[in-house]
């Protein structure tokens, strides 16, 4: 079991960035693959980006290649989302969640963090 910890959201303009920190306790986090989703009001939860256990293999969605990037640091057992060039789509609660097994865009995952709120403003 891994609890997770997501933290860095926030109220932001568009054009601007934010990192979102997933800080995992309980076991090492390269024991897990890794992803992002988020859920904006109204809207069903997107699978925004996933990793690799050893980081080497990233994933994204369509709608933010090219302006998020996903990284890990198992050392410290925290990933991060550097988001850049946000946009008003973008405003939604971001979750992060852990998996054990299976395919690392699949989205299907075990364990979820709380969620942290970003907001983009136009």
């Known amino acids: 079991q891994v609890q997770l910890v997501e933290s860095g959201g926030g109220l932001v303009q568009a054009g601007g960035s934010l990192r979102l920190s997933c800080a995992a306790s309980?076991?090492?986090?390269?024991?897990?693959?890794m992803g992002w989703f988020r859920q904006a009001p109204g809207k069903e939860r997107e699978r925004v980006a996933a990793i690799s256990r050893s980081g080497g293999t990233t994933y994204y969605a369509d709608s933010v290649k090219g302006r998020f990037t996903l990284s890990r640091d198992n050392a410290k057992n925290t990933v991060y989302l550097q988001m850049n060039s946000l946009k008003p789509e973008d405003t939604a609660v971001y979750y992060c969640?852990?998996?054990?097994?299976?395919?690392?865009?699949?989205?299907?995952?075990?364990?979820w963090g709380q969620g942290t709120q970003v907001t983009v403003s136009s």
């Open positions: 309980g076991r090492t986090l390269n024991t897990y693959i």
């Open positions: 969640a852990a998996k054990e097994q299976g395919s690392t865009w699949s989205p299907q995952y075990d364990y």
